[in-house]
């Protein structure tokens, strides 16, 4: 990875004890840019040890720019005091740093925060709280709170969720990142491939229970477990400057637009940049630390000529180029349904009257997922025809298009269903089929149904609106667009036993009979935001 030089030679001071609460110290290394006594700050405070990639991505490259540079563990880990509580003292233990930052010989009162992921998590913990010497964020692929992201659709993200876990239960050491990253997805997906309830899969990957693991398994999205763990709320209290840098295929995409929602509804001009790009991609990270030096640059050395013309930047999939826009959702996009027809065709018209399309989820059997959003790992478009091919999975694919189709903004459907079971899941992809009958995946979402929620019809028919991810994507000429329609997406969301059984010790399996309605008053569609 090659990263920007500064002209500043840099010495280091290691493991220094920032005291934060109970007793417990922090450890933390001061890179030091020589010449210069005092000069702005970057702080990161992160999980994932201060040494190896995280010192030189986050240490040595700031302080060669002229930044002091305070790298830090958090509690557990790396050296540092305490127990780590997943998402839980980021709060107490970002501001107590901070208190200790104001106190240093070196500090000149103006202080950035910089990291992506739980890192960029750690500075919303603070940032509305951190008083007038934070200047300017930088985040990368995160979101004020990861609960949502944590129970996707309403269902759980167990791959994600359980990778991470077996992340941070392993690393030990600066390079154990890197090993982690390769090994724990296989060790995740062994436990969930073993059909044990989903109570003893931390257990079988890890080799003991994790606490974090079975709160979340526990614990709904809506009790008080998240209380303490979702910033959300504190976003537009917020007044340094922002800079997000987010991935089409990144699972926290949709939560990191509605914090940049949250910042733009209170007159703020947060910059946002979105490439093609899923977590764990390392091109993000070589374009975060050049934008984070510009913004930087721009905030705490007053130099505005740093900052680009427009503040939203999009990588458009498909036109495979970079364009400028003043704000997201983009301005002059129109919405296009696109609907469901018999004999799956997907078009812009209305259905005729028509029987429903029907298929059978069978739990035991769960529907896959090929690709898409996850914390390790490759999620950018796969080729879905195997997918396609199974009874479970219903496909609606329009014409060959005339002229190239260019999408850009929230996705989002509609869906008509009526299912034999009161607890089921609807799942939605959108989906690029090239002239060789490709048909990759661009954005997806899915709902979690439980009794009432949403109400049904007289009929028994309940609309569901899904909430896709966001895409920035245009469909060439000679291609087609296809609607994939099902129940699950094993195993990156926890199947639905269709018994709302407890999520984490619930055993007994039912299959689910559903039926997708495409006729007048019923109109199931997809809902595109298209360009010009």
Request: proline share 8%.
């Amino acid at each position: 990875m090659r990263l920007p030089r500064g002209s500043h030679h840099v010495t280091v001071r290691r493991d220094i004890p920032v005291p934060v609460a109970e007793g417990i110290a922090l450890l933390t290394d001061h890179y030091i840019p020589m010449g210069l006594e005092r000069s702005p700050t970057v702080l990161v405070r992160s999980p994932y040890g201060r040494r190896g990639p995280f010192g030189m991505m986050c240490g040595y490259v700031f302080a060669e720019h002229g930044f002091q540079a305070v790298v830090q563990s958090m509690r557990g880990g790396f050296g540092s005091g305490g127990v780590f509580d997943p998402l839980g003292d980021e709060h107490e233990d970002g501001l107590a740093t901070v208190e200790w930052l104001r106190a240093q010989p070196w500090f000149d009162g103006s202080f950035a925060m910089y990291g992506p992921s739980y890192l960029g998590f750690a500075q919303w913990a603070i940032a509305a709280d951190a008083g007038p010497e934070l200047k300017a964020m930088a985040t990368q692929v995160t979101a004020s709170q990861f609960r949502d992201a944590m129970y996707y659709g309403g269902g759980f993200a167990l791959e994600s969720t359980l990778t991470w876990v077996d992340m941070t239960t392993r690393m030990k050491h600066p390079l154990s990142g890197i090993t982690t990253a390769l090994t724990s997805p296989r060790r995740a997906r062994r436990a969930v491939l073993s059909g044990r309830p989903l109570a003893e899969l931390d257990a079988l990957a890890t080799g003991a229970q994790s606490r974090f693991f079975q709160d979340v398994l526990e614990n709904g999205p809506e009790t008080a477990f998240w209380s303490k763990r979702d910033f959300s709320s504190n976003v537009a209290a917020v007044n340094a400057p922002v800079n997000m840098m987010g991935g089409w295929y990144d699972i926290f995409l949709p939560w990191q637009l509605k914090d940049y929602a949250a910042l733009r509804a209170t007159g703020h001009r947060p910059y946002l940049t979105i490439g093609p790009w899923f977590h764990s991609d390392g091109r993000v990270m070589r374009a975060a630390v050049g934008e984070a030096l510009s913004w930087f640059r721009a905030h705490l050395g007053n130099d505005p000529t740093k900052l680009r013309p427009l503040p939203v930047r999009l990588y458009v999939t498909g036109a495979e180029e970079w364009r400028q826009f003043p704000d997201w959702p983009v301005p002059g996009m129109r919405e296009q349904r696109w609907r469901l027809q018999p004999e799956g065709v997907l078009a812009p018209r209305e259905p005729p009257e028509s029987a429903p399309d029907t298929y059978r989820y069978d739990p035991a059997h769960p529907t896959p997922c090929i690709s898409g959003p996850s914390i390790v790992g490759n999620g950018k478009p796969a080729d879905q025809r195997r997918l396609e091919s199974r009874r479970d999975v219903l496909t609606f694919t329009g014409p060959y298009l005339e002229h190239d189709l260019e999408i850009i903004g929230p996705v989002s459907a509609e869906v008509y269903i009526r299912s034999d079971r009161v607890h089921t899941d609807v799942v939605v992809r959108l989906c690029d089929v090239g002239p060789s009958d490709e048909s990759l995946n661009l954005c997806e979402g899915m709902r979690r149904l439980s009794p009432g929620v949403p109400e049904a019809d007289e009929d028994g028919v309940r609309r569901v609106d899904v909430e896709l991810w966001p895409a920035g994507h245009r469909f060439r000429a000679g291609h087609r667009i296809r609607v994939q329609v099902c129940s699950g997406a094993y195993p990156r969301v926890a199947r639905n036993l269709g018994t709302g059984a407890a999520l984490g010790t619930a055993g007994t399996m039912v299959t689910a009979d559903q039926e997708i309605f495409h006729e007048p008053g019923r109109a199931s569609a997809i809902v595109l935001p298209v360009a010009g």
